[in-house]
């Protein structure tokens, strides 16, 4: 089985990343899309990275 945390559709292209924007799908209760689905569902993985609103600490490297 897998566990999928959903996200929105591609948004515009990012000039300064060169990559498309997603957020967190919401459901209407204000919490995460989430589901569980067999593996045989599963048709690609993705690698997302966080919008930083700052300079990365030196501690994490």
């Known amino acids: ?3 999928v945390e ?4 591609f ?3 990012d000039s300064s990343t060169g990559l498309y924007r997603v957020k967190p799908q919401m ?7 989430v589901s569980v ?3 045989s569902m599963i048709q690609r ?8 609103g700052g300079p990365v600490p030196a ?3």
């Open 45 to 52: 993985s993705v690698s997302l990275f966080p919008k930083w």
């Open 37 to 39: 689905i067999p593996a």
């Open 1 to 3: 089985i897998g566990y």
């Open 59 to 61: 501690s994490w490297t």
């Open 6 to 9: 959903w996200f929105t559709k």
């Open 27 to 33: 459901k209407s209760d204000g919490t995460r899309a």
């Open 11 to 13: 948004s515009h292209l």
